[in-house]
């Protein structure tokens, strides 16, 4: 089983309840699949999570990149509350930094 695999169950047995399904697919298959799609289970690490990651900032989206992250670190959850995995290689990892809001300054005149 590799994790598209279980990005595909995923997307069919979870996602697709939720009202948010339609974003997680997208993003699954802009920025998680492409990169790391043919990496087995067995042998996923944090390592390919950040190469994931590295992809998403070096073009430029931060907040693209946390989004990524949040949304494969819950499918591997649930992939180990289902018993496809035996732990979560990204538990305790980090996720990465989104933009940070900017600030308007206003003048009293």
Do not use: C
Request: aromatic share 6%; no cysteine; charged share 30%.
């Amino acid at each position: 089983m590799t994790i598209n695999d279980l990005a595909a169950s995923y997307l069919e047995m979870h996602a697709s309840r939720l009202r948010t399904g339609n974003q997680f697919k997208r993003r699954f298959e802009r920025d998680i699949i492409p990169v790391i799609g043919n990496v087995p289970l067995a042998q996923f690490h944090r390592r390919d999570a950040t190469r994931m990651l590295d992809a998403i900032t070096r073009r430029g989206a931060p907040v693209g990149a946390m989004r990524a992250f949040e949304d494969l670190r819950a499918m591997l959850r649930w992939g180990v509350a289902r018993g496809d995995l035996d732990h979560n290689p990204i538990d305790g990892m980090r996720k990465p930094q989104g933009s940070k809001p900017t600030v308007m300054v206003r003048y009293a005149l």
